[in-house]
């Protein structure tokens, strides 16, 4: 006779209970995963958005120090609404603005534009939304508008809620030492009252002395 050896197999409870711990590692796992790519994909939308504002802020940056002459640039009214916008003469006339076709009801963005025909030059993409840009004009250093500084800053945040990517500032400071501003910030040169000049008395002379 041959002695059949019995292999002792798993209870159902075992095997259930096997089966609820590979599950949870599984998840557990996944979750992690899932992780792991949120946070990859908000640290590459952050980073193509400090990109973008570098890029805007350089061309901004080398229109100014480029131009030949600055318009209007500051906060200014058109159609009931406030736009923001800088005017720049070089070969030829361009506006930096946030008035921009291309903008919808969540996204906001900035443009160039040529003048007075509106032709576009530049515009920002679709993944940044621009909640304000300003510039501003420091006329301390003198008023003939030789020696000014211009500050663009720029506050945006992804175009996507699901993002998370908010209060994405850039600055930057162009001088204007290389040319002059338009009349628009120009002050009016005061002239100094001339002095009067009193006339002189002669003191007459006496003949023999």
Do not use: Y
């Given at each position: 006779m041959r002695n059949r050896k019995t292999i002792?197999?798993?209870s159902l409870v075992e095997m259930l209970i096997t089966i609820a711990i590979f599950g949870i590692l599984i998840a557990m796992i996944s979750q992690v995963i899932l992780i792991n790519i949120q946070v990859s994909r908000k640290t590459f939308i952050r980073s193509q958005i400090r990109e973008e504002l570098a890029e805007i802020?350089?061309?901004?940056?080398?229109?100014?120090?480029?131009a030949r002459l600055i318009g209007e640039c500051g906060e200014t009214s058109l159609?009931?609404?406030?736009?923001?916008?800088?005017?720049?003469?070089?070969?030829?006339?361009?506006?930096?603005?946030?008035d921009c076709p291309g903008s919808s009801e969540g996204i906001k963005k900035i443009c160039k534009k040529s003048v007075p025909?509106?032709?576009?030059?530049f515009e920002s993409s679709d993944l940044i939304t621009f909640e304000r840009l300003n510039f501003e004009v420091n006329l301390?250093?003198?008023?003939?508008g030789t020696r000014s500084t211009i500050l663009v800053t720029l506050y945006s945040s992804a175009s996507n809620p699901n993002f998370d990517v908010n209060n994405q500032v850039r600055q930057i400071a162009v001088?204007?030492?290389n040319f002059t501003l338009g009349d628009f910030f120009v002050e009016p040169e005061t002239?100094?009252?001339r002095p009067t000049s009193s006339p002189t008395q002669t003191t007459p002379t006496i003949p023999g002395r």
């Open positions: 002792k197999a798993f802020g350089t061309l901004i940056q080398r229109d100014v120090r480029n159609e009931n609404r406030t736009i923001n916008r800088c005017l720049m003469s070089h070969i030829e006339e361009f506006v930096w603005t946030d025909d509106e032709q576009l030059l301390s250093s003198g008023t003939d001088s204007t030492r002239e100094e009252p």
